[in-house]
């Protein structure tokens, strides 16, 4: 089963609005991070937070994480139609000590114009 | 390199045939990574590298999935046999060091399909 679910898995709004995403997981995490992907090809790595972190901003990007509730949201404030993308939250695993990352299945927002 | 690249961009093949996907890491990353995206899902890990020596390839499905990187640059992700089910999107990626929190590059992606 995936370690992180995003929902909603398909988001529409109008450009200048915020779009809110969330991220679920099940196991502990050293950190969590959320990556843009368009039409299918080359993620791009938007910001990471640490576990022990409660709240990360980059431009008009807004991360926050609850470990407690095994749960991160990504919010994109003043949203442009350059937006529309897939978002995805990954995660690694200490327990394992894998270095490899694990994805939920993506949140499609698109952004109208 | 600048980025991560990876060919072919597109490869179609038949059932049961043999094909090789590479990747080219951005330069002077030890860790590399291989994952599998099908229609509609998240990337899937298959295996990772650290320097030349498979790390971890847990996520390989089968033995018909191989991979090597001889010389701690550039690896090929091989897969015999093809079946239809192998059709997907395969993501490399490479980082600086393969720590914790390392930041993965991904590359363009091959889209293989079998027909």
């Known amino acids: 089963s995936q370690q992180g679910e995003e929902d909603p898995q398909a988001l529409s709004i109008q450009e200048g609005e915020n779009a809110t995403m969330n991220c679920s997981y099940k196991?502990?995490?050293?950190?969590l991070q959320w990556y843009r992907q368009n039409s299918g090809r080359g993620l791009v790595h938007l910001i990471l937070?640490?576990?022990?972190?409660r709240e990360k901003h980059s431009g008009r990007l807004r991360v926050t994480l609850d470990t407690s509730k095994k749960s991160s949201s990504l919010l994109i404030t003043a949203s442009r139609a350059a937006d529309t993308a897939s978002y995805f939250c990954a995660t690694d695993a200490p327990d394992t000590g894998r270095r490899a990352l694990t994805f939920g299945s993506g949140t499609r927002l698109q952004v109208q114009p | 390199g600048a980025g991560v690249s990876q060919t072919p961009s597109n490869k179609v093949t038949e059932k049961g045939k043999y094909v090789e996907l590479r990747c080219d890491p951005i330069s002077g990353h030890t860790a590399l990574y291989w994952y599998r995206q099908s229609l509609g899902q998240g990337p899937e890990f298959l295996i990772y590298?650290?320097?030349?020596?498979?790390?971890?390839d847990s996520g390989l499905p089968n033995d018909r999935f191989f991979a090597v990187r001889p010389e701690g640059s550039v690896s090929t992700l091989k897969i015999q046999r093809t079946e239809r089910g192998d059709s997907a999107v395969y993501l490399c990626?490479?980082?600086?060091?393969?720590?914790?929190?390392?930041?993965?590059?991904f590359g363009p992606g091959t889209r293989l399909t079998v027909l």
């Open positions: 990626a490479s980082s600086l060091t393969g720590t914790s929190g390392d930041t993965q590059y």
């Open positions: 937070i640490r576990s022990n972190e």
């Open positions: 196991t502990s995490i050293n950190n």
């Open positions: 590298f650290q320097g030349t020596g498979a790390a971890d």
